[in-house]
């Protein structure tokens, strides 16, 4: 099976720290997701990478940046957190061929809840 | 630009059939998918569609797809209290592989 392990499920951080949320998967996916979940909202895509040392820009990506160093391992982080950074954040990853055995289906983690006080 | 669209809330009693609809805007999307999460969970994949294909079994499971009207429906039967949860519905971006666009996802539960 598949996993995705995200390091943090609770985490409590001050306004103003700088926040490491780290991924790690371990079915040799190429592809890797960051989002964020709010009630209402549902997931917003922040940063996903298709290679190591590549990354691309998801929907809202202001207020975060993301390191690649192994295919393994996605981080997510926050520069200088702020309150509207509270949120459900969910580390996903993907096969990256476009075969026809590939349904394109994203693996998730149990996802890391940051609150910034 | 790409959305997906579902209703945010629906309640059922438990024996009933639940069914819940989604539509999407980008006709090119390869895959649709329904992805469920239960409380304090991430997501888990529960069924997905090829986009030539109308209707999809799997036990409890049926999924419709009406690529004219762009419109995916997830319809389960005899529904039980485990089933609640919030019930996404998704369509691939560009090309399998790749990022996934998500609904609000659908708040059911399932009273007894």
């Known amino acids: 099976d598949v996993k995705v392990t995200q390091s943090s499920r609770y985490l409590v951080k001050r306004t103003g720290e700088k926040v490491f949320l780290e991924c790690v998967q371990d079915?040799?996916?190429?592809?890797m997701f960051w989002y964020r979940q709010d009630p209402g909202l549902g997931l917003r895509l922040i940063y996903f990478?298709?290679?190591?040392?590549?990354?691309e820009k998801g929907d809202i990506p202001e207020g975060y940046s993301v390191s690649r160093e192994k295919k393994e391992r996605f981080s997510l982080i926050l520069e200088s957190a702020s309150t509207n950074q509270t949120s459900m954040y969910l580390c996903?990853?993907?096969?990256?061929?476009?075969?026809?055995?590939?349904?394109?289906?994203?693996?998730f983690g149990e996802g890391s809840r940051l609150t910034v006080l | 630009g790409e959305d997906v669209e579902q209703s945010l809330f629906l309640s059922v009693r438990e024996g009933d059939s639940s069914v819940i609809n989604c539509t999407y805007t980008?006709?090119?999307?390869?895959?649709l998918y329904w992805y469920k999460q239960e409380p304090g969970a991430g997501l888990q994949l529960l069924t997905y569609?090829?986009?030539?294909?109308d209707m999809k079994q799997d036990q409890r499971l049926t999924v419709l797809l009406n690529k004219k009207d762009k419109h995916l429906s997830l319809r389960i039967a005899d529904t039980q209290t485990g089933d609640s949860a919030i019930y996404f519905c998704?369509?691939?971006?560009?090309?399998?592989?790749?990022?996934?666009?998500f609904g609000k996802g659908t708040t059911l539960s399932v009273s007894s």
């Open positions: 980008d006709s090119s999307s390869t895959y």
């Open positions: 079915m040799d996916h190429e592809n």
């Open positions: 998704a369509e691939s971006f560009r090309a399998a592989g790749t990022a996934l666009i």
């Open positions: 569609i090829f986009s030539n294909m």
């Open positions: 996903a990853s993907s096969l990256s061929t476009s075969g026809y055995a590939n349904t394109g289906e994203l693996f």
């Open positions: 990478s298709y290679d190591v040392k590549m990354k």
